[in-house]
């Protein structure tokens, strides 16, 4: 991801390592034997590794706050705006000739990491990582949007699930390699997406 890399503590912006090439110091501790881990650190020192990453843009949407936002995107009829920051402009070449576009972002609203979260219309806890919760270690995630129409560094776009302010941290075309055919899904998930369904006023469960 551009503007991403890997910095020790208390590095300044603008001395990122160039990709590929992580800063972990000029002077890592030598190793017995060769590390899995990333320029030879050790497990513990990798899971220290400060990751920085940079917004790209930002989004402008009716939604203004959480309570909001729509259970699916694939529930949502609201439209807005992806502003992408100037020095970003060039990469949206051709992004355009795209009917869907992924946007990954960071969750800027949430209070806290939880491993063992319930998710909505269940009463059971579930695995943070087998749910949708924005109470994650690293709070980002991604949605699929409709885009209507670029203009410049605007998107318009809809099937918009994100509240006003979100900050933007990648964008990618949505292609149909990434449809998954033999899609394998839990009894519990089934039975809240029909019932989540059924509050939206669909016939048929979307899963």
């Given at each position: 991801m551009e503007g991403a890399g890997v910095a020790e503590p208390g590095q300044r912006r603008g001395t990122e390592a160039p990709v590929g090439?992580?800063?972990?110091g000029s002077n890592p501790t030598?190793?017995?034997?060769?590390?899995?881990?990333?320029?030879?650190?050790?497990?513990?020192?990798?899971?220290?590794?400060?990751?920085r990453i940079y917004p790209i843009g930002i989004i402008h949407s009716p939604l203004k706050a959480e309570e909001e936002v729509p259970i699916q995107p694939a529930f949502s009829d609201v439209e807005g705006e992806v502003e992408v920051f100037e020095e970003y402009v060039e990469g949206l070449k051709d992004l355009?000739?795209?009917?869907?576009?992924?946007?990954?972002?960071?969750?800027?609203?949430?209070?806290?990491?939880?491993?063992?979260?319930?998710?909505?219309?269940?009463?059971?806890?579930?695995?943070?990582?087998?749910?949708?919760?924005?109470?994650?270690?690293?709070?980002?995630?991604?949605?699929?949007?409709?885009l209507i129409e670029r203009r410049g560094?605007?998107?318009k776009v809809g099937l918009l699930d994100l509240y006003n302010g979100t900050p933007v941290l990648d964008l990618k075309p949505y292609t149909p390699d990434r449809r998954v055919e033999d899609l394998k899904l839990p009894s519990w998930y089934k039975r809240i997406a029909r019932r989540v369904s059924e509050l939206s006023g669909l016939k048929e469960p979307r899963i």
């Open positions: 090439k992580p800063c972990v030598p190793r017995t034997k060769a590390s899995p881990f990333l320029g030879g650190l050790s497990l513990e020192e990798f899971k220290k590794l400060e990751i355009e000739e795209f009917s869907h576009i992924i946007l990954i972002y960071y969750f800027h609203g949430t209070r806290g990491m939880k491993m063992l979260v319930k998710p909505f219309l269940d009463n059971e806890y579930r695995g943070v990582f087998a749910t949708r919760s924005t109470h994650r270690p690293n709070p980002i995630a991604l949605t699929i949007v409709r560094r605007f998107l």
